[in-house]
Each structure stands twice: as structure tokens, then as C-alpha cells.
């Protein structure tokens, strides 16, 4: 996951592969919390691990439910409707699908409850819930703004409920009012109990979900049209024993718009079809209006480009309103205006999605109209897109939609504010939409120098800043020169094939910062004053450096790459965006190596190492290929009187120069 304060995502161009998406969230919270309430143990397979579901797990462990965790499975002994903790205050974070359903289980459970999340969180509406909670005797105290969460929870007995009467709940703010009911009144089932919903239900998809995850914990709710539904007297959860929860149809709708939007042989997603229970899957419809070719299987979606441009669309999203938000943003890639209707519930999300989406759509250049309930997108020709920062609104669904925006046909970056909000339901969005994604030109920045100036300090440490890869080059001539010495052989020219063949094929893995050749780990091996000599002669050997250089260019992955060394602006990157060629004086220099090798307990004298870095800078840059040497576009950095921060920072600064957006 990203936890930089932003991603930049280079302009991309095509995009092929397949991708396996994280679990449904609006099933993994149903399911976790109805595995609480049932009797009898719930092996959950495929649950989504993010955010929402976890602030679920936290809560149900507060109110005393065992979960065991192996792998990927999770095993949860349900509390058989009884509960074992009769008071705990919860947090809930931003999860909609925590909030409601706990608010109606735990009124009806009755025990003495706080139920606090996030500052937006105390902004979405729940009065509806409680107001239908209260007509049926429970007792809910408002901590806040009245309607609003934090809430406290009293206990009430079950006999003291009022049941004989239909429960009138609304259904046009938000469908999790009626599944927090639908999920929680089994537990007070003693007799038929009846739900009415006031006003027109939207996001019927998602109580469709509910309907059929209650069936398979043993609860078969009667429903009449959209207006009533019946739970039966007697009605009591049963675990079904294992389920398997489906990928999620929300995160697919980014990857379909992507098979939809990017040249290259398409899209293949695992783990959700066409049939799936989850509303969002709809959206397919949506995207073949729009052109895209989709095709499907049992658990599996293929997308590939088909119209292009893509078509207009005038769609009344009401049964898609979270996936509706990525055919904004196909929009702009489409042969004239696009409309999306009814999607009055985005105001109330995790931001208010209308205002988020239009605001960031016209930062792109986009001519943007939109109402109480609708957005209209004009297409972006070429020539008119913009670079933009996006901001992501503490919204997953704003962050991952807005990626869309790099396949732009001007060629224009887009950088995505505070990326790691799609933790929420997606915490490896980025990384899965960069397995299948292709750039023409993915972002260099080469940091050379002489021995001990810094280079690996600074680039390791700009390179976690920006979310980029680094590559240590060094460390691929100091392994050659490790697996050189294991062979018995020597640096010179009559070994040279040899050692070339070596480094061709070194068996070698980098590991939470550990380096393994052929299994064994050899990071403290290559770090010493020997290692670096050894590294220094094969250098000087034209064959290895050939026998290098693509493993060094296979680091060039995206979102991007800091790669510190000898040559690597002028010889293995010569395109890079910056370049930077960092010095120190050898006293310093000498200096900074003596303190780092006292720190190991390696001792030695300030004069015997400098010496030595004074050879390996001669013979560095005194050799035939490649040599030590600034590229001749190179920014200097002498970093003698400054700090490592006060070298980061320079970087960093010449390196927002060089982007097309505003400083953020
Ligand atoms: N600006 C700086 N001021 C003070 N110390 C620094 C500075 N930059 C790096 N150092 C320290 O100098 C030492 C050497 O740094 P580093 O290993 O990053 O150098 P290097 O150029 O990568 O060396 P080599 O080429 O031998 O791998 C480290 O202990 C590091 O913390
Ligand atoms: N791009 C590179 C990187 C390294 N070398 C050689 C020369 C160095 O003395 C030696 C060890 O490098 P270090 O780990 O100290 O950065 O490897 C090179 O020729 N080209």
C-alpha cells in the first residue's frame, strides 16, 4: 500500500493481464457479523482485509466473539444471538457497514454500548435507523449532532419490544438502514415481524445481498415488492459452516473500465462473473453500453477495448451508486456528454461524491454540470487535458477512479493526494493496477557519485518518499564480485567471460532489505571494505557490466524508480527525468565511512579508509566502460556541510521542477 502524502501515476498507455480482487466489502462485513450472531462455528474463506472489515472484527472481539485466524481463513464461533460482553465502546472508522448493522444488532441485544468512528463518520445520517429502532422500544441516545452518530446504546429487554405493528423504516437516504433491520430483528424473531419502507428504496442490489446472505444463515425473509418484507416467527441464524466471499464488483468496475479504456489484449479479473449476488456487477451493462467487449465465466470477467471512443451514456445509476463513479470518469473518454441520474446518495458517502467528483473532473480540464442527484461529464479531446493533483477526499472510490484519468491521449501524469484512503476496501489498488498497466516512459531518477557521499542513504530514502523502487547497483557488481571470489577466480581479464557468465545468472533475491544468493544471506558479507574493492575490479570488466545491464533495467517498473550508482544516468538511464551526481569531500566522505563501520564494532582508522576510497574513486572513474563520471545534463550536489534531510529535500525539490504539477 502507498503511504506517501501522494502517487504520481506517469501517463499510461496499455494494459494487459489478469488480476485477482480483494473480497466484497458489503459481503465481508454481512458475514462477519452474522457469523457473530449465529450458533455454531463460520469458517469464512476470501474475506476482504482492509479497513472497514477490520474496525468489524475489532468490534465483534470487543463484544467477546472468539476469531481465529490461519492463512487466509478465518474461523468465527458465533454467540448464538446471546451476548458475552453486556457493555463496550466500539470505534468504527469510516465503515457504513459496521455503523448501521451493530447500531440495530447491539440496541436489540441488550447490553450498554458507544459506537464512535471517524469526524465524517459523525456527518452520515443514521436518525432514520434510530427513529425505527426507537418505535420498537429500544432505547438509543445521541452523543452528538442529533441523527447523527456517536450513539449510546441502553439495554432493553426483548419482552418489552413493540412488535405486533409493521416497523416503517425510509429507503430513500440510504439502503443500510433496512439491512441494519433485516440483519438484526431475527434476534427478537418470537413472532412474524414486519418491515415497511417509506419512500422509493434505492440501492435495491445491496438488500438483495442481504436477502441472500440471511438464506444461507438459515433466515428466509418474505418480501412484497420493495415496500415490505416479513421476517418469520421463529426465525434463527445457523451457521452454514464454510462460505467463501466473492471479489468485490466495486474494485472490479475499475479494472473493467480499464479492459474498457486501454490498448492491449485486455483484462482478465478472477474471483467475481456475471452472476454474482453483488449489485455492482451491473455496471457491466453499463460499460458495454459504453463499448467495452466483456465476457464471462462461473467466478471470472474479460474485458477488452471494443468502442473507441467510447459511447455517451445516459444512465440512472440508482442500482450501482458506488461502481457509477468510475463511468464518471470513463466519461471523458467517450464521443459526447454523459449523464448519470439518480444518485442522490452520493452526497451522504464517505465525502459528498457529486461535489468530490466534479470538482477533480474540471481540475483535468472537463466542462462538469451537476444537481441534487445528477453529474453530466463532457468528454476531454486531446489537446485539453490538464495535469492535475487529485484530491481523494479521505474517499477509496475517488483515489481509484481517478487512475483511470493516465490513459489519457496527451501523455499528462496525474497525481493522486493521500493515496493510502483506498485502504478502505482496496489496500494493493495501486500496486494491482501497475501489474497490468503499461507505461511508455516510467520515471527515473539516477543519484551517481563517488564511494560513501551518500548516494544509498539518499536514494533509498527519496525513493520511500515519492512510493518509488530503488535500485542499489552496487550491490548487483559487489554480488558478482562475492560469487567471483566463490569460484576461485580473479578480476582479470582471462576470467572475464567467466564472471560475466556469473553475474548473467546470479541466483539472486532482495528481501525486506536482506540479500539472498542462492538462499543464503549475504547482506553483511557485501558491505565490507573488501566487497567494495572486489565490487570495484569486476566494474572495471566491459563484459560484466554487459552481463548487468538488463537486471538493472528491469528495476524501471512503475510507479517509478530511484537507482543510485556509477553510471546510471550516463550509460543504464540516460533518459531519466534527474539526474543527480552527488560529492562530499574525501575527508568527509572518509569520515562518514569510519563512523559507520565503528557503529558495526568493524574497527579501523579514518586515514587506511580513506586511502581506500581514494583508490576505488580513481579506478572507478579512470576505466574504459563506463566510468564514474557526472552526466553531462547532471544537477551537482555537494553534500559536505549538509544534512542527509537537507539532501532530500534538494532532491525532492528538483525534482517537483521537473513534474507538471503544483507544488503540494
Ligand atoms: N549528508 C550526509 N551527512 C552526513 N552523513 C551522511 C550524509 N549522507 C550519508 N551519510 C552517512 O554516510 C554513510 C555512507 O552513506 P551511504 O552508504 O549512503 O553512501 P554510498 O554513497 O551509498 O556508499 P557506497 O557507494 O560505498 O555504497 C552512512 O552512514 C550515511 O548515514
Ligand atoms: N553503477 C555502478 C555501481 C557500482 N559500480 C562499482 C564501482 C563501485 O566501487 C562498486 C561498489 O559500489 P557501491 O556499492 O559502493 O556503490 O561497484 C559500478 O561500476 N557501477
Known amino acids: 500500500m502507498f503511504t506517501t502524502p501522494f502517487l504520481d501515476i506517469p501517463p499510461l498507455g496499455a494494459a494487459a493481464g489478469t488480476v485477482r480482487l480483494p473480497g466484497s466489502k ?5 458475514v462477519l457479523l452474522l457469523a457473530a450472531l449465529a450458533s455454531g462455528t463460520t469458517t469464512v474463506h476470501d474475506l476482504l482485509d482492509s479497513d472497514d472489515t477490520r474496525v468489524m472484527l475489532d468490534a465483534l472481539a470487543a463484544l467477546g466473539c472468539t476469531v481465529e485466524r490461519a492463512g487466509d481463513i478465518l474461523r468465527i464461533e458465533g454467540l448464538g444471538g446471546r451476548l458475552k460482553t453486556p457493555s463496550a465502546s466500539l470505534f468504527l472508522g469510516n465503515a457504513g457497514t459496521a455503523m448501521r448493522p451493530l447500531t440495530a444488532a447491539l440496541a436489540l441485544l441488550g447490553g450498554e454500548f458507544e459506537l464512535r468512528g471517524v469526524p465524517r463518520m459523525h456527518e452520515r445520517p443514521i436518525g432514520d435507523l434510530v427513529d425505527a429502532l426507537t418505535q420498537l422500544g429500544c432505547r438509543v441516545d445521541y452523543l452528538g449532532n442529533p441523527g447523527y452518530p456517536p450513539l449510546q446504546i441502553h439495554p432493553v429487554a426483548l419482552d418489552d419490544l413493540q412488535l405486533d405493528g409493521p416497523i416503517r423504516v425510509r429507503g430513500d437516504v440510504s439502503s443500510q438502514f433496512l439491512t441494519a433491520l433485516l440483519l438484526a430483528l431475527p434476534l427478537a424473531a418470537q413472532r412474524d415481524i414486519v418491515i415497511d419502507v417509506v419512500g422509493e428504496l434505492i440501492s435495491k442490489p445491496y438488500i438483495e445481498i442481504t436477502l441472500n446472505l440471511l438464506a444461507r444463515f438459515g433466515i428466509t425473509v418474505r418480501r412484497e415488492g420493495w415496500q415490505r418484507f416479513t421476517i418469520p416467527a421463529g426465525s434463527q441464524y445457523r451457521s452454514p ?3 467463501h466471499v466473492e471479489a468485490d464488483a466495486s474494485s472490479a468496475s475499475y479494472f473493467i473500465a480499464l479492459g474498457a479504456i486501454a490498448e492491449g489484449t485486455g483484462i482478465r479479473i478472477e474471483g467475481v462473473g456475471a452472476e454474482s449476488i453483488q449489485g455492482d456487477i451491473r455496471f457491466i451493462d453499463a460499460a458495454r453500453r459504453m463499448g467495452a467487449r466483456v465476457d464471462s465465466g462461473p467466478n471470472w470477467l474479460a474485458i477488452s477495448r471494443g468502442a473507441w471512443p467510447l459511447r455517451a451514456i445516459d444512465l440512472d445509476a440508482n442500482h450501482i451508486p458506488d461502481a457509477a463513479m468510475t463511468l464518471a470518469v470513463m466519461a471523458l473518454y467517450a464521443d459526447g456528454p454523459s449523464t448519470l441520474r439518480n444518485i442522490a446518495s452520493w452526497r451522504v458517502k464517505e465525502t459528498d461524491r457529486i461535489d ?3 470538482n477533480e473532473l474540471r481540475k483535468l480540464g472537463a466542462t462538469v454540470e451537476d444537481g441534487p442527484d445528477f453529474i453530466r461529464v463532457h468528454p476531454l479531446p486531446a489537446g485539453s487535458w490538464r495535469p492535475a493533483s487529485i484530491k481523494t477526499y479521505d474517499d477509496h472510490r475517488v483515489a481509484m477512479c481517478f487512475s483511470l484519468a493516465a490513459f489519457n491521449p496527451d501523455g499528462v501524469a496525474v497525481r493522486i493526494l493521500d493515496p493510502h484512503c483506498v485502504a478502505k476496501t482496496f489496500p494493493d489498488y495501486f500496486e494491482t493496477l501497475f501489474s497490468v498497466a503499461h507505461a ?12 560513501a557521499s551518500g548516494k544509498g542513504t539518499l536514494t533509498v530514502e527519496v525513493a520511500r518518499r515519492l512510493g518509488y523502487h530503488y535500485l542499489d547497483s552496487g550491490t548487483l557488481y559487489r554480488v558478482t564480485g562475492l560469487a567471483m571470489r566463490r569460484a576461485g577466480l580473479d578480476a582479470e581479464p582471462a576470467h572475464e567471460a567467466r564472471i560475466a557468465d556469473l553475474a548473467r545468472a546470479l541466483p539472486l ?3 525486506e532489505g536482506k540479500v539472498l544468493l542462492a538462499g543464503e544471506d549475504v547482506s553483511e558479507d557485501l558491505r565490507t571494505e573488501a ?3 572486489d565490487a570495484s575490479r569486476v566494474s572495471a570488466l566491459p563484459a560484466v557490466r554487459a552481463a548487468l545491464l ?10 517509478g524508480l530511484v537507482a543510485d550508482g556509477r553510471d546510471m544516468g550516463t550509460v543504464i538511464f540516460p533518459d531519466a527525468g534527474l539526474k543527480v551526481y552527488l560529492t562530499a569531500s574525501a575527508a568527509h566522505r572518509a569520515e562518514r565511512r569510519y563512523k559507520q563501520l565503528i557503529s558495526k564494532g568493524i574497527s579501523t582508522t579514518i ?3 580513506r586511502a581506500d576510497l581514494e583508490a576505488r574513486d580513481l579506478r572507478d572513474s579512470s576505466r574504459s566502460v563506463a566510468p564514474l563520471k557526472p552526466a553531462p545534463d547532471a544537477r551537482l550536489l555537494d553534500n559536505s556541510h549538509q544534512t542527509i534531510e537537507q539532501s532530500v529535500v534538494q532532491v525532492l525539490a528538483w525534482w517537483q521542477e521537473v513534474q507538471p504539477f503544483e507544488s503540494s
Open 440 to 451: 511508455p516512459e516510467v520515471p527515473v531518477i539516477c543519484i551517481d557519485g563517488p564511494t
Open 241 to 243: 459452516g464454510d462460505i
Open 607 to 609: 586515514d587506511s579508509l
Open 26 to 30: 458489503s459481503i465481508s462485513n454481512r
Open 509 to 511: 533475491v532482495f528481501n
Open 550 to 559: 538488463a537486471l538493472q533495467r528491469s528495476f524501471r517498473r512503475l510507479p
Open 356 to 358: 468530490a467528483m466534479a
Open 531 to 533: 566487497a567494495g574493492m
